[in-house]
């Protein structure tokens, strides 16, 4: 494959597919995306679309960084992302299987930063990490496709059976409904596999993502 086709955008019923190559430096796929869609900003002026990586595993913060230049050089707004990343796609299919029909979702990209709340009558994706100080408020579900290291309140008018999970979960606080219960320190440090909080006996059990 020549070196100008380690990226290549193809429109979808969905959205916008990027093809990314799968055995290409990083650092090359980087600044290939960054002029294509220098190139297409015209054409992507004003688009509201979902992003699908495709063609190579992506770290979240490789990932990341490809929807950062994306958002930066042009204006588009992106509704959803689905990538190849083994656990966003646990993620998706979570969302597909639990969330509740009757609520409305809210897809919001960008992470939660110290003093901000993201609140929200319906359910929440957030594509991004709720930092240290940071609050997520959802009437139903909180599907975190980062880090949550702040605050996170499911079910805040009530809903008992609604759920919060998270590539890496390590709240200061998480409550469903009224119940409440805070992270042990032991359980805050090294690597952790994506992770799923219910309630179930009126108490809040957090068990890995499967």
Do not use: W
């Not at 204006?75 to 083994?86: G, P, W």
Request: charged share 25%; hydrophobic share 40%.
């Amino acid at each position: 494959m020549k070196q100008d086709n380690y990226v290549i955008f193809k429109g979808t019923k969905d959205g916008i597919a990027v093809q990314l190559h799968p055995d290409a430096d990083f650092e090359v796929i980087k600044q290939q995306l960054e002029k294509k869609v220098e190139d297409a900003a015209k054409f992507f002026d004003g688009v509201k679309t979902s992003i699908v990586l495709k063609g190579r595993d992506l770290t979240e913060e490789q990932e990341s960084q490809l929807l950062d230049i994306i958002s930066e050089k042009c204006n588009m707004t992106i509704t959803f992302v689905k990538s190849q990343n083994t656990e966003i796609n646990q993620m998706a299919a979570l969302l597909a299987q639990e969330i509740q029909p009757h609520n409305i979702t809210k897809f919001h990209k960008g992470s939660i930063r110290s003093g901000q709340c993201l609140e929200f009558d319906g359910s929440v994706v957030l594509i991004g990490d709720v930092n240290p100080g940071g609050e997520i408020k959802a009437e139903g579900n909180i599907i975190i496709l980062g880090q949550l290291k702040g605050m996170a309140h499911a079910g805040c008018k009530g809903m008992m059976d609604a759920f919060v999970t998270a590539i890496y979960m390590v709240p200061v606080q998480l409550r469903i409904a009224d119940i409440i219960t805070r992270f042990p320190e032991e359980n805050k440090k090294g690597p952790k596999p994506p992770e799923y909080a219910y309630v179930e006996d009126g108490q809040i059990y957090v068990m890995p993502l499967s």
